[in-house]
């Protein structure tokens, strides 16, 4: 199948203080997405920031952006500009300077310098996230500023034209260059995006406008600002995906909240209008992604143990400094197919399901997958192309190493943000997640213990149990059961129920208004 013939919806799920996001391709989720109304330091936000230290020996310095973890500014993310954007920063914090299009270049910063010749400890500095904060480490920040937009790229100070790559056609490219080379403010730079290619030079202009007045707003909240400041935020989440993956092969997009659609749909409106009747409010009771099957992928898909089919499966583990995923055939064995043939067989459907999961749990770093052994030097390089064919949608920068002849391939994946990690497994009611439960032949003396204490101490009248079938069993029959034992020690009948929900050893007492019994319990204590 071809790539415009898959079936992209974008389902968007708004919960109080949160919306996800859900990517579907043939109905099939390949991405999935969180924004937190809390968030802070996403990626592309801009802030007034300041220089706390400078590390000679890492040639970086942490900057104060207001986060736990101090910024890291590496020199080469200093940008050739970097001075003279700094004063310029300067000027407009002070002086409420505004426009660069008459603005003095100062000396460029050098490929191979040191970081103290180009800033210094305590001066405030203009940075943007590269990448959100991970693990224990703070973000990392740039002073090469960009604004993206639907078709173009705006960075400040750089008087280049570039155009994407992947834009091939030398006529389109050159028609490109020519409608922004008419319209571009003066000191700016502006990167040409692959979704430009064939579009009117009028949206083109407009998304140009939009870029250069968020610009000008930004820069307008700079006079007398103190650092940490933060002086311009990317689109949210969801305006930001949909600005980057909605193109004219997307299919749909379903919204399950009012306020949260007219803003999508206004947005829509600001970049094409075309696009505004693929946009869908969702209003059925049944929550959204149970009916477009989000949330069933999502628990089969984020466990350690990932089922592919026939058998085949993948053992994933994360660690701080990298990602390992081993490939198992489980049962998998044709008869009618030699050892390698199938080896190659699941390793090739291995394949394709970890191009999902990358994107699907955003894995970044080192990646390093242990294949099922091929003898054939020719299986493993037809592995690696087919590898690359898998990766072909992924947007995040990767770089995939040939099969090594121990059946391990390394991939490097672009990380911009901490892998989503979704919890799948649920803690068990019988240990608590402790791994133990108590021995089944003292349950029943607990049980005793606990009636006499609500009957005698607590005064409990017309009290219920409930517990598991079998133990409601081991209670209630026989001659003279448990019940009729109790009803003669204490003079007042038990009630017990059974509760097919409740684990084997469960149980929970309820009084007359029918509202569970809570009591403290002597710990067990263990030496």
Known sequence: MSESEVIRELIVASHPGEVQIALLEDKKLVEIHREKSSDQFSVGDIYLGKIKKINPGLNAAFVGIGSEKDAFLHYLDLGIHARTMNEFVKQAVEKNKQSIANFPYEPEVEKNGKIGNAISSGQQILIQIA???????????????????RYLVLVPFMDKITVSQKIKSSQERKRLKKIV???????????????????????????????????????????????????????????????????ESFNAIYVDNPGL????????????????????????????????????????????????????????????????IDVNSGKRVKSNLSQEENAMEVNLIAAAEIARQLRLRDMGGIIAIDFIDLAQVANRSTLHKKMMEFMIPDK????????????????????????????????????????????????????????????????????????????????????????????????????????????????????????????????????
């Open 131 to 149: 990448k959100e904060p991970i693990s224990t480490k703070g973000p990392r920040v740039t002073t090469e500023i960009s604004m993206a937009g």
């Open 181 to 247: 080379q008419g319209i571009k403010p003066k000191h700016f730079g502006i990167i040409i995006r692959t979704v430009a290619e064939n579009k009117q030079a009028e949206d083109i202009e407009n998304d140009l406008q939009q870029l250069h007045e968020r610009w000008k707003i930004a820069v307008g909240k700079l006079h007398k600002a103190t650092a940490p400041a933060k002086i311009a935020a990317d689109l949210d989440k969801t305006s930001a995906l949909i600005r980057d993956l909605v193109n």
């Open 261 to 324: 659609y007219n803003e999508i749909k206004s947005y829509l409106k600001s970049i094409s209008f075309d696009k505004v009747k693929i946009l869908n409010l969702y209003k059925d009771k049944q929550p959204i992604f149970e009916h477009f099957n989000v949330a069933l992928q999502i628990k089969s898909s984020f466990g350690k143990i990932v089922t592919i089919k026939n058998g085949v499966y993948l053992i994933i583990e994360h660690t701080e400094a990298m990602h390992v």
């Open 396 to 527: 995040a920068r990767h770089t995939i190493l040939p099969v090594n002849k121990f059946g391990v391939m390394q991939i490097t994946r672009q990380r911009i943000r901490q892998a989503t990690i979704i919890e799948t497994t649920e803690i068990c009611p019988s240990c608590q997640g402790t791994g133990k439960i108590k021995a089944s032949i003292l349950l029943e003396e607990e049980v005793d213990n606990t009636i006499e204490f609500l009957i005698t101490k607590q005064r409990e009248s017309k009290i219920t149990m409930v517990l598991h079938p079998y133990v409601y069993s081991y209670f209630t029959k026989g001659l003279i059961s448990k019940q009729v034992k109790w009803f003669l020690k204490y003079r007042q009948w038990i009630k017990v129920k059974s509760n097919a929900d409740y684990n084997i050893l469960e149980y929970k007492f309820l009084n007359a208004d029918n509202e569970e019994i809570v009591f403290w319990k002597t710990p067990h204590i263990t030496n």
